[in-house]
C-alpha cells in the first residue's frame, strides 16, 4: 500500500477540479474541492483498493482529509 496508490484512487473517486499530482500530500482534501458525497465514493474504492473495511470510528472527516491521513488509517487497519 502507497501514498501513490491512494491518489490515484483519489483521482479516480475523487471528482478534484484540481490536479492530484500536484497536490500535497498533507493538503486538505476538503479544500481541494472534495465533497462528502466524493469521499463516500472515495472511502468505498479505498476498501476495495486495498481489501479492508474502514470501522464506524474511522468513518469521519479527519480521517479522508489528506493524503498522509487515508495513509496512516490504511496503515492502522492493515498492521
Known amino acids: 500500500m502507497s501514498k501513490e496508490q491512494i491518489r490515484q484512487v483519489l483521482k479516480e473517486h475523487g471528482k478534484f477540479s484540481a490536479n492530484m499530482d500536484a497536490l500535497a500530500e498533507d493538503a486538505d482534501l476538503y479544500e481541494a474541492g472534495m465533497t ?35 495513509h496512516a488509517a490504511i496503515e492502522e487497519l492493515t498492521a
Open 36 to 70: 462528502s458525497h466524493a469521499s463516500v465514493n472515495v472511502m468505498l474504492a479505498l476498501e476495495d483498493a486495498f481489501d479492508l473495511e474502514f470501522p464506524d470510528r474511522m468513518l469521519k472527516r479527519s480521517v479522508f482529509e489528506s493524503i498522509n491521513a487515508i
